[in-house]
């Protein structure tokens, strides 16, 4: 996917910096409500996956509500969101929970200890459920799926009841990355045999994110006609939480050379930003971003480099990207689809800066939105 700006425009994005792309977002944001209206369910965004709240009035005008795991995340909802939080956790702090519930409109607990602890401080216009685990999961890297053999995210089903506690109004299933539209429907067979006599007796099921509705391909005629299906069997309301799809293609990280460097034949051009730092899930799924200026196929092109960050960690490199020419220090490198889980990841490892973030809005002029400082370290670790 190119991006197409004029060079004016992205010679005034500073570097390094996440950029959205305004009218990228508003595509996904149509597209994804057309399945919130088709099969008649609720769409919230997920804010582990895409918190950029300067866009969350565009975002709003389509979502309804965002889901939350953290006091931090709750918080950003009613404040920028301006609604109350779908809120899970996998685990519940004492101190924070009874702020927790003022910020919320429904809680799900991730064990039965937390459920017993809990339930009594829970305000009864809060409607409360559990996360449940179908042990199925097309997700291939253990550290990105939730079904995994021991895996600490959900009750399966011989952890529960017979009978479910009477309050208990939903039940709650995360178990797809980036996945199809058919791998839901095997979570769901899946689901079904495990948990299908607790749902004559709950009001709605979150079938959590992961769903890649916005990606090219994606099958959205068989994701409608699954989600009514289910509905109308069951008389719930069905809940999708995606963050990715959101967000999906929707913006870049641009970046430039500031040295290249050689060892034993094998060139690295080192950027000004830091895969460890700012990319942190293509070390750690891992996952390989596309660039504008070459290609994440070795042998695409003549010229092959590494791409180093500018930590000092080992490991904060990729491997044989391909070039049509040369690459000089000063050449930009710019990482396509970077909004999803980037921004929401980065840390300042090493005293380095978070990129700048900006936005190319409707009118397609590139807008500032902040630039990270010195006194954002100092301030983090005091």
């Not at 996440?18 to 057309?34: G, H, M, P, S």
């Not at 939903?170 to 067979?189: I, K, N, Y």
């Not at 709605?204 to 994110?209: A, D, P, T």
């Not at 959101?246 to 830091?274: C, H, R, Y």
Request: a negative charge.
């Amino acid at each position: 996917m190119s991006i197409l700006l004029s060079q004016d425009i992205f010679e005034a994005i500073p570097s390094p910096c996440f950029v959205l792309e305004e009218k990228k977002l508003k595509r996904n944001l149509k597209q994804i409500d057309l399945v919130q209206k088709n099969a008649k369910i609720n769409v919230i965004l997920a804010l582990k996956g895409f918190a950029m709240w300067s866009s969350f009035p565009l975002v709003k005008s389509f979502l309804k509500s965002a889901t939350a795991s953290s006091m931090n995340e709750a918080k950003l909802c009613v404040e920028k969101f301006n609604a109350l939080a779908h809120t899970y956790a996998v685990g519940y702090r004492d101190d924070e929970f009874d702020e927790l519930m003022k910020l919320s409109s429904h809680v799900t607990f991730n064990s039965l200890n937390q459920f017993y602890k809990f339930q009594d401080r829970v305000p009864s216009r809060i409607s409360m459920g559990l996360r449940v685990n179908p042990e199925w999961s097309d997700v291939v890297a253990d550290l990105y799926n939730p079904a995994h053999a021991h895996s600490r995210l959900g009750l399966i089903s011989s952890s529960l009841p017979e009978i479910l506690p009477s309050n208990i109004e939903g039940l709650h299933f995360h178990v797809l990355c980036e996945s199809s539209a058919s791998a839901l429907v095997q979570v769901l067979e899946n689901f079904e045999k495990k948990f299908k006599k607790y749902l004559s007796n709950i009001k709605w099921l979150n079938m959590g994110g992961g769903h890649l509705i916005t990606k090219d391909g994606y099958d959205g005629e068989l994701l409608v006609n699954t989600l009514k299906y289910f509905k109308e069997k069951y008389q719930i309301e069905i809940i999708l939480e995606p963050g990715g799809a959101v967000a999906w293609q929707t913006g870049f990280l641009k970046t430039t050379i500031i040295d290249i460097v050689e060892n034993q034949g094998s060139p690295t051009a080192i950027m000004d930003a830091s895969f460890t730092c700012h990319m942190p899930d293509c070390l750690e799924m891992p996952y390989r971003p596309e660039i504008m200026e070459g290609s994440y196929h070795a042998e695409k092109y003549p010229f092959r480099y590494n791409i180093g960050g500018v930590s000092c960690l080992a490991g904060d490199f990729l491997t044989d990207y391909s070039f049509s020419k040369p690459l000089k220090i000063g050449n930009t490198l710019t990482f396509q689809d970077m909004m999803h889980y980037t921004m929401v990841k980065t840390t300042m490892f090493n005293g380095i800066d978070h990129p700048s973030i900006g936005v190319i809005g409707a009118d397609d002029r590139f807008e500032l939105l902040k630039n990270f400082t010195y006194q954002d370290y100092r301030d983090k670790l005091s």
